[in-house]
Structure formats: structure tokens, C-alpha cells
């Protein structure tokens, strides 16, 4: 079909349609080398798609005048009889997830794409699209029009948090496998990639007051503070461990109980910061900078809990084992009863020693919980923010520094309706995922400068 027939492009025949229904590198480019116009719209679905007057027009018009590789543009989403819109986020250098929403079509220069897919002699049964696009954004300007151009019936329900860790799904596995490989040859083209290889830390270099700190910040959480508080202190070590809380200026009680607390356990710590412009990065530094931080830094989230006491014993041990600089956990998600919920265990592992810290780039996130050498920390911080921080100072860390995975359950990640991992409108949800995308994107340069 070619939108020219239906009269949706005014002009000579410059952009054909073609359902995106296999993403074999084979097939798509078979699509642009047979195709007779300058431009290919390729679409997820045919079916409820509809352009606004012009519209097809304005993508063509702006790939004409940008030089632009790939056009994508703002939707109206139409589900139930309603109408809502559907904004997109800009595609990032650091845009390199194999889940980024590009909407439900886009427009390729017929040209560029021919170029690129003849460089590429493999064929990726699932991955053809992802590898086509950012081999794309090597060479070409991938622009995104925050304009609304067409319209799509839709049913989409799916969870958040269940696409957020399909990643982790062993079910998908062939797949990702092949996403991770063309993700790790478009960071070799771009001068990103890192070798095996990464650094020891000397970890017995300097006297700390324990061996292991868990640092929990928190701000309004009087219904589930004293659990995380308890699952910390109720850890059995062979070794001295503390607790720190910063309590980022509560106002519902939570400070009354860690108070309390604190005067029946030495070990626990209360901190509650000068300034009341930090958000959970912030507190996690003053954690960190604080002098009775161990060697170790255990993180525990304020409504979250160890699902064993010998977690923390699990993750010093690896610490050494692997003469790692932060070692990350695998975690359950459950309700605030226990109960699993999907999808269950997150484990990551596609983390591998080899390639781990460059496909990190390309998931979600790392894992929980984390867990760093104090030193190496300190000189790296957490970035002032209450989302991103973790992935941000982990991608970091992993740079340069070895990082050691526990795949067993050490951790429980409870959902409540106060929890703020909870499933999120989309206007959060684009810009979580922005602000990630930022974060590749420092990483990507900071590792092209080695």
C-alpha cells in the first residue's frame, strides 16, 4: 500500500508504506532496496492507524530539510471511545534501549538506510530494527516532532514494571542475546566499548570504624520504616556491621520511630541533613561521607526488607571473592504480605564478567540490592535525584571498576500503594525514561574520552 493512493501525500510518490511485521535485518532490507520512493513509513500496526491532514507531508517535510535519517512524531491515542495524547520522548545519544518508544511508525530515508544495511553482512532475526536504527544515528540525524500526526486505536494494558524487566525474563533470552550483540557492536563503531578487564580495588587498604554500613534513606515512611530498620539490625554477621538513616525532614512520625529505635541499638545511626534540598542521592552521600560509614555500603530501601539474615553476610563474602568494588543482588517483588508478584525474581543475568558493563548501557537498570566499596564511592557520589541516582553511580563505577553479581535472593522489593515504583502515568514515565537516557548518554561520552 502507498498512503499516495489514499490520498494522504500530496506530492509524487515519495513514501511508501510497509508493516513492520518481522524485524529480520534480511527482510527490512529487502523492503528499502525494492522500494521505488525516497522515503519507507515503516508501522507497527496498519490496523487504527490514521494521519492527520498533512501529516505523512509534515514528516517528509522535516526529513527533507533536517537531512534526517529517521522522522518520528507525537500520536493521539484512542482506546475505549477516548482520546488522549501520547507524547514521545527525543531520541538521545544515550537512546540506545531496545524497548525506546518510537511510537507506532516512523519515516526512513530510503537512501540511508540502504547505506547502513549494506555495512551490516549478519542477519538478526529480532533485532534487524534495533541494529537498523542505531546504525542509523551513527551517520544521520534521528529527529523526533513533538507535533500530533496521526491517531491509533489501541488496547494496550500492559503493566509498566512487566515490560520495564522483560529484559530479565528467561523466556526471552534468545532475544536479548541478540539485542546485547547489537548493542555491543554499535558502542565498538562509536568508540564506547569497554574490554574485559576491569579494575581490582585493594580492599583491606584502610582501618574503618565496621566492616559493613547499610545506608537507608527515607522521608515519610512511618508505616514501613521500622521493618527495613529491623531487617538491617537482624542481620546475623561474623563481623561488626551499623545501620545510618537519614531522615530527609519527615513530617509523619517516621523521625519518632527511628528515634526510638536508635535508643535501644548503638548500632543504629540517625541522620537528618542540614539542608533540605537533597533528594535520595543526596542523603545516600551524606551516608556515605559520614564517619562512622563502613568499609562497606549496603544499600536498603526505606519500605523494602532483607529477605534473609544472612543477606548482608552474602553480599561482604562476595565482596572478597571477587575482589569486586560493588557487588549488586538479585531481589523478589512481592506485596506487603510477601506474596510474589510478577515477574517474581530479578536476578539480571544477563550481566556477564565479559561484556556486563557495556550491555549494562542497554537494560533498565543493574539490580538490588547494591552494594559498594566505601573509597570508591566516596569519589564517585550519587547524583542528587530520587530516580536514576543508583543506575547512574553504578554505570560509573562499572567504568573502570570490577563488578560482582549474587544471583541467589538476598532482597524483598514490596509494592504497596504507597510505593513509588508503582505503576506510573506517562508523563512520569517519559521522563524517568529521559533522564536514563541522559545518563547513558554522559556515560557513552565519558567512555569515548578514554
Wanted: hydrophobic share 35%; net charge negative.
Amino acid at each position: 500500500m502507498n498512503f499516495a493512493d489514499n490520498n494522504l501525500y500530496p506530492e509524487k510518490e515519495q513514501a511508501e508504506f510497509r508493516l513492520l511485521d518481522s524485524t529480520d535485518t534480511a527482510c527490512l532490507r529487502q523492503v528499502f532496496e525494492s522500494a521505488k520512493t525516497d522515503y519507507v513509513l515503516l508501522a507497527k500496526q496498519s490496523q487504527g492507524l490514521q494521519f492527520c491532514p498533512d501529516g505523512l507531508f509534515r514528516l517528509q517535510q522535516v526529513a527533507d530539510d533536517s537531512g534526517a535519517g529517521m522522522v518520528y512524531a507525537n500520536y493521539l491515542e484512542v482506546q475505549d471511545g477516548q482520546t488522549k495524547a501520547h507524547p514521545l520522548n527525543p531520541c538521545q545519544r544515550g537512546s540506545i534501549r531496545d524497548d525506546f518508544d518510537f511510537g507506532a511508525c516512523c519515516l526512513i530515508r530510503r537512501e540511508a538506510a540502504i547505506k547502513v544495511l549494506q555495512d551490516h553482512p549478519e542477519n538478526y532475526p529480532y533485532a534487524g530494527f534495533y541494529d537498523l536504527r542505531l546504525r542509523l544515528s551513527e551517520h544521520f540525524p534521528i529527529v523526533q516532532l513533538e507535533e500530533y500526526l496521526y491517531s491509533l486505536q489501541t488496547d494496550n494494558k500492559e503493566n509498566n514494571e512487566k515490560a520495564q524487566f522483560a529484559y530479565v525474563d528467561p523466556k526471552n533470552r534468545e532475544y536479548q542475546l541478540e539485542m546485547e550483540a547489537a548493542c555491543t557492536a554499535h558502542l565498538k563503531r562509536i568508540g564506547a566499548w569497554l574490554a574485559p578487564g576491569a579494575e581490582s580495588p585493594e580492599l583491606s587498604r584502610e582501618s574503618f570504624p565496621s566492616e559493613a554500613t547499610v545506608i537507608i534513606p527515607v522521608r515519610n515512611r512511618a508505616r514501613t520504616i521500622a521493618d527495613a530498620v529491623h531487617s538491617a539490625l537482624n542481620q546475623e554477621c561474623s563481623f561488626d556491621f551499623n545501620l545510618i538513616v537519614v531522615d530527609n525532614h519527615s513530617t509523619d512520625g517516621t523521625a519518632e520511630i527511628l528515634n526510638s529505635l536508635a535508643a535501644n541499638d548503638a548500632r543504629l545511626t540517625v541522620l537528618c541533613p542540614e539542608s533540605k534540598q537533597l533528594n535520595i542521592g543526596g542523603c545516600w552521600n551524606l551516608a556515605v561521607k559520614h564517619r562512622l560509614c563502613g568499609r562497606f555500603a549496603v544499600q536498603l530501601d526505606s519500605d523494602d526488607i532483607y529477605s534473609s539474615p544472612h543477606s548482608l553476610e552474602r553480599i561482604v563474602k562476595a565482596f572478597y571473592q571477587e575482589q569486586a568494588a560493588m557487588v549488586v543482588g538479585s531481589y523478589r517483588i512481592c506485596d506487603f504480605e510477601l506474596n510474589t508478584l510478577p515477574p517474581g525474581l530479578i536476578d539480571h543475568r544477563e550481566w556477564t564478567e565479559e561484556n556486563g558493563r557495556n550491555n549494562a548501557l542497554r537494560i533498565n537498570g543493574l539490580g538490588a540490592p547494591r552494594a559498594f566499596f566505601t573509597p570508591v564511592l566516596r569519589k564517585n557520589l550519587l547524583p542528587n535525584t530520587s530516580y536514576g541516582e543508583d543506575y547512574a553511580v553504578c554505570l560509573r563505577i562499572s567504568r573502570r571498576w570490577k563488578v560482582a553479581r549474587v544471583y541467589e535472593e538476598l532482597y524483598l522489593c514490596r509494592r504497596w500503594e504507597g510505593n513509588s515504583d508503582a505503576q506510573l502515568d506517562l508523563k512520569s514515565l517519559n521522563a524517568n525514561n529521559a533522564y536514563k537516557d541522559k545518563l547513558r548518554s554522559l556515560e557513552i561520552m565519558a567512555r569515548q574520552a578514554l
